[in-house]
């Protein structure tokens, strides 16, 4: 079933790192992504992390119920950032 691109306004703040099955992933995980979404699969997203826009992510089941974004090495850098500091998120269009 395809999902009509759909605006969102909505904003949450959590630190990077997420524990995936004993290691520490560089993403962090949004609350609540489950019952917002509808759904524990992957859904991309348009999405700004401190003001840096992100065009098309996903959002990763985290195995747990929830879902994570994925903060790669070049965002951490670019932004100041490293595992255990916290970001702010904006998630502004679901496109799946």
Known sequence: MAIE????????TAPIGVDVKGDVWSCVEMPGSA???GTGKSV??????????????????????GHMLSISAKLRKRLGKDIGDTVDVHLTRRLS
């Open 5 to 12: 691109p759909t605006e969102l306004d909505h904003r949450f």
């Open 35 to 37: 019952e917002f979404f």
């Open 44 to 65: 991309r997203v348009d999405a700004a992390v401190d003001g840096v826009e992100l065009p098309n992510v996903g959002l990763m089941p985290t195995g747990s119920g």
